[in-house]
């Protein structure tokens, strides 16, 4: 089982957690994204760079993301695609998307989508609190934790 985080967007917090995780549990944690990215001197933790363009990072993770691997994403598509190659997803606010949730959410995004085409303003995400991040933590070592004692645990779209 391996991490991997759609690091263009993740917020710093979710990173550290994963750093501590990854050191923890010695999973491999990669980060992708189309910048250069500082991570903490690990065997347990490296970064791919990928070149700039629209969705090349998710099509990188979506590629190499394997059955029973997890994936921290905020992004619906990737979330949606990894999902069916039978891997986790989590995002940053400690929220697993399933077969069923990823596809109402995936309608959503398209909806609000529309709208922001035909110049209706729509709102962003609110920030990350710290109830967010102690979720997502909390979120994390349980699936960690469940991964370790049952190194096949789950069905994809399945929350562990």
């Known amino acids: 089982m391996k991490i991997w985080v759609d690091a ?3 917020p710093v917090t979710v990173k550290e957690i994963l750093y501590r995780a990854a050191q923890r549990t010695q999973v491999m944690v990669t980060l992708v994204a189309n910048q250069m990215l500082r991570t903490p001197p690990s065997a ?5 760079q990928v070149p700039s363009g629209f969705d090349v990072a998710d099509k990188h993770i979506a590629d190499a993301v394997g059955p029973g691997d997890l994936v ?3 992004d619906i598509p990737l979330a949606a695609a990894v999902v069916e190659k039978g891997a986790f997803a989590l995002n940053p606010r400690g929220e697993f998307y399933t077969r069923e949730n990823v596809r109402e959410l995936l309608d959503l995004r398209n909806f609000t989508d529309t709208l922001r085409s035909v110049g209706v303003q729509t709102c962003g995400p609110e920030a990350l609190s710290s109830a967010d991040r102690q979720k997502f933590a909390n979120r ?3 699936f960690l934790t469940n991964e370790s004692a049952k190194p096949a645990t ?3 779209g399945e929350i562990p």
């Open 154 to 156: 789950g069905t994809p």
């Open 44 to 48: 347990w933790i490296r970064a791919v």
């Open 8 to 10: 263009d967007a993740c």
């Open 72 to 74: 921290v994403t905020a």
């Open 140 to 142: 994390l070592d349980r």
